[in-house]
């Protein structure tokens, strides 16, 4: 537990707990639950964090995992954070977060390692534009050098405007406010036309690249990072994953120092330096609602421990389906009725301890800086996305390799580095009713040798192993059927529709003072935090008295309405 002063004086409840008052109770220490509390207590409001794991920030996290060695239990790199501007309106520097620049960002390998030709070189992206062209010349011509080039400057305005959206609330009259501006004339060129940015945005990811390049290489590798959202770059609305890679000549993905916790420690010592606590170990166990049938709302939470912090407000940053648990039977019918999509799984995770970091022939160390994108041709991410459907492993694990031991020596000892692996595409449920617990394993061992294809003698370096199953994320993070962007990064579950339409305003309707954070909601899954952001200006904005006129009037006229229709 993390107390600091500003909190009531505790009484004793009927459980032997000790009950506290709070202006708002926060429930889960994701990142985006920490990033609304520091919000909320910077305005002077009394905010205290219960989370039910003992480690701080849930899937942005670093533990001891072996002696000596930290390893992450969620995200890795950070990216979209990078370019919220959340970092920097909190000051999390002033509180001990120092980001590792991940430059060169991005390598994929050669498909036929050593060869003198363009097949044997390796594609390195970088922050600086021109050494990354001259990459892509090297490997697959003159033209898509050119074309990628043209293509950062077409879709660096666009991917700032869609960072601009995500910050925002998820009106679509705010979308459109946002996007309008990408179709304006630049450097004497004629408006883009409203169509063919439409068909841009609503295109698939797989189009896009199809029409800018045509090497299958450079179309692999942009494919490959974009997929990361989780759908296939082959799915209607998937153009702007992968343009997201213009943003990245200016900021760079980064690994905290000491590992991807930094950012969650941080915030709870920025949240502490305003008088706000976290308590971790004891997590809410149902939530307080108070009220007649047609006017409920919360006053607290109940912790599993029986403690009662009573608070006008609750933002539950948890799973949007486990704050339906918490509420229970008081939960309204946009929440009891709430059926997101939250697929079949969604990826395994493997925490390697290796004497010795992979070794890509051609590549140098810039390779290991950033995203190694082990895929070379789009028919890789194809057949693994294939096999997921019908719920199959990957006859061919695609990975995505990261060690960033390589510039952060903290991570562990002298001679040992930690090396991450990610594999997309591997279903919760099984067509073949197989057990995770005893397939990891095999699983893992496969994951192992397709990065080794690339970097032959990494399986022999591994020393010591950690998988996350599907199965082993639900159950350390609490992340449901393995999601790890909670809910489907789908186009139908995205903006306005994130979880559901009548619950993507933050607000639940029909239960005054909840709140909804977290990857649920807009704009869903990975480390930005603007979700906690917009929820704590959401909050602020409700407790203004002209906004809490209005709500009590709208009440009001909900139920004289209601009477009336009733009789």
């Known amino acids: 537990m993390i107390p600091v002063a500003g909190t009531s004086a505790p009484r004793t409840s009927d ?24 919000h909320l207590a910077r305005e002077g409001l009394r905010v205290e964090v219960v989370e039910s794991d003992e480690v701080l920030g849930g899937a942005v996290s670093t533990v001891e995992r072996w002696p000596g060695v930290r390893v992450d239990r969620g995200s890795s790199a950070h990216v979209i954070i990078r370019h919220s501007g959340v970092v920097e309106e909190l000051e999390l520097e002033r509180f001990g977060l120092r980001y590792v ?13 050593g060869d003198p030709g363009p097949d044997g070189r390796p594609l390195v992206f970088s922050v600086d534009l021109d050494a990354t062209c001259a990459s ?27 960072v601009k959206a995500f910050g925002d609330r998820p009106a679509m009259t705010r979308l459109v406010w946002h996007l309008w501006p990408v179709g304006a004339p630049r450097r004497g060129q004629p408006r883009t036309p409203g169509g063919e940015i439409a068909t841009d945005f609503l295109g698939s990811g797989d189009a896009l690249l199809d029409r800018w390049f045509t090497s299958e290489r450079l179309k692999a590798a942009l494919a ?31 690994h905290p120092v000491g590992g991807s916790g930094g950012l969650t420690q941080a915030l709870a010592a920025r949240l502490a330096s305003d008088g706000g606590r976290v308590t971790l170990g004891d997590g809410a166990a149902r939530l307080l609602v108070d009220g007649p049938p047609d006017d409920r709302r919360v006053t607290g939470v109940q912790t599993v421990s029986g403690r009662r912090i009573t608070a006008p407000v ?24 709430a059926d997101p999509p939250l697929g079949n799984g969604f990826g395994l995770v493997l925490r ?25 041709d789009r028919a890789q991410l194809a057949r693994a996305h294939g096999d997921w459907l019908a719920g199959e492993l990957p006859r061919e694990p695609v990975p995505l390799a990261m060690s960033f031991s390589a510039s952060d020596p903290t991570l562990a000892p002298t001679g040992q580095h930690v090396v991450t692996i990610w594999g997309q595409w591997y279903p919760y449920e099984l067509a073949d009713g197989s057990d995770w617990d ?40 609490s992340l449901l059927r393995g999601n790890v962007m909670h809910v489907e990064m789908s186009l139908a579950s995205m903006f306005g529709f994130r979880p559901t339409p009548a619950l993507s305003g933050h607000r639940v309707p029909g239960l005054s003072g909840l709140y909804l954070t977290g990857a649920s909601t807009h704009p869903g899954g990975g480390v930005s935090g603007n979700s906690g952001r917009t929820a704590a200006r959401v909050v602020l904005a409700d407790r203004r008295p002209a906004a809490r006129l209005r709500a009590e009037l709208t009440g009001r006229a909900g139920r004289l309405l209601s009477r009336r229709t009733s009789r």
């Open 15 to 38: 459980t032997g707990a000790a009950d506290t008052t709070a202006d708002v109770v926060v429930i889960g220490s994701g990142h985006n639950g920490l990033v609304a509390a520091c």
């Open 101 to 113: 620049d991940c430059d060169p960002w991005g390598f994929a390998p050669a498909p036929v390692p």
């Open 136 to 162: 892509i010349a090297a490997a697959c011509g003159d033209a898509d050098a050119a074309a990628y080039r043209r293509f950062v400057e077409v879709w660096g305005p666009r991917s700032a405007a869609v």
């Open 224 to 254: 490959w990072f974009g997929a990361q959202s989780g759908p296939p770059m082959s799915e209607p609305g998937t153009a702007a994953m992968v343009g997201w890679v213009a943003l990245l000549h200016d900021v760079p993905p980064g």
């Open 314 to 337: 609750v933002v539950a940053a948890c799973h949007v389906l486990a704050t339906r648990a918490l509420a229970g039977d008081d939960a309204p019918p946009a929440l009891a009725e």
């Open 352 to 376: 390697a301890q290796t004497d010795a970091l992979p070794s890509y022939p051609g590549a140098g160390e810039e390779a290991l800086q950033g995203l190694q994108l082990l895929c070379t």
């Open 438 to 477: 005893e397939i990891a394993d095999r699983a893992a061992q496969q994951l192992i040798a397709a990065v080794d294809r690339y970097a032959p003698g990494f399986a022999d370096s591994v020393q010591r192993l950690y998988v996350q199953t599907p199965l082993k994320l639900e159950q350390e993070l």
